[in-house]
């Protein structure tokens, strides 16, 4: 019984999160991955919490990955 209520106050606490803007994405950090194809990506730095360009290897890469600067931006920089 307790540990239903536990459950249920942190879903509820949770409801009440001023999540506008936030996306998880962002908190990743760069990743070029394995590969060495040199694509021209965005990924968001959580140090500058600026959209920085850089060369994305083409495979096995994490969601902080965006083709286009303005994605990012809309995405991440709030």
Excluded at 8 to 21: K, M, P, Q, W, Y
């Amino acid at each position: 019984m307790h540990f239903i209520f536990v459950v249920s106050f942190v879903i509820l606490a949770c409801s009440f999160l001023d999540t506008e803007g936030w996306h998880l994405n962002c908190t990743y950090p760069k990743y070029d991955g394995p590969c060495r194809a040199r694509v021209r990506s965005y990924y968001f730095s959580n140090r500058t919490k600026t959209c920085r360009k850089f060369w994305y290897g083409g495979c096995e890469g994490n969601p902080n990955n965006f083709e286009r600067k303005k994605d990012c931006k809309r995405t991440c920089e709030v």
